[in-house]
């Protein structure tokens, strides 16, 4: 029992780890770096209860058990005094963990997918991978490796956007 409660733990500290790291370096902006500030957090929900009423609430992630949802938060603002085109948001789906089916949500933006580590994109509909009887069939979501988000037209001056998906962390 003593080894069981060492592997679980030793669990527990790798993906802590990799949430907390994630959190920090999550995301790969493409655009001038002098003119776009980003930033990003990784929550899990949590249920309190205040005057007898339960509600859910959502704290930083930093102890998460394996079944459970993290909720990644990816926001930039154009901070320079001129629209910035052509952002791209890039966010890698954390080792131990799944993306959440239809979880991906960016505001103006337009959503795609890889399953190769980032070197071919597209939509949910059309990324294709060789089955188990060697002929193409649509990936799932436990394939995603990674996300993009494009940002339609100009960001303005001073305006923020936002990216946002969930991952269940897996069992060992």
């Not at 790291?21 to 655009?31: D, E, G, K, P, R």
């Amino acid at each position: 029992m003593h080894s069981h409660y060492k592997n679980n733990r030793t669990y527990f500290i790798i993906c802590t780890l990799i949430i907390f790291t994630l959190a920090i370096i999550s995301s790969v902006v493409f655009a001038a770096e002098e003119q776009i500030k980003v930033w990003s957090k990784a929550e899990t929900k949590v249920t309190v209860e205040k005057d007898g009423k339960k509600t859910e609430k959502k704290i930083p992630a930093v102890k998460v058990l394996p079944g459970k949802i993290v909720y990644y938060t990816t926001e930039f603002k154009n901070i320079s005094k001129k629209s910035v085109d052509g952002i791209n948001i890039i966010n890698p789906i954390p080792k131990l963990t799944q993306y959440v089916s239809k979880s991906a949500y960016g505001e103006n933006t337009d959503i795609s997918f890889s399953i190769d580590g980032g070197k071919s994109w597209s939509t949910p509909d059309k990324l294709k991978k060789k089955g188990k009887d060697g002929k193409m069939v649509i990936a799932k979501a436990a394939d995603y490796t990674h996300i993009r988000w494009k940002h339609k037209g100009p960001l303005q001056s001073g305006k923020t956007g936002k990216a946002t998906f969930q991952v269940t962390l897996l069992k060992p």
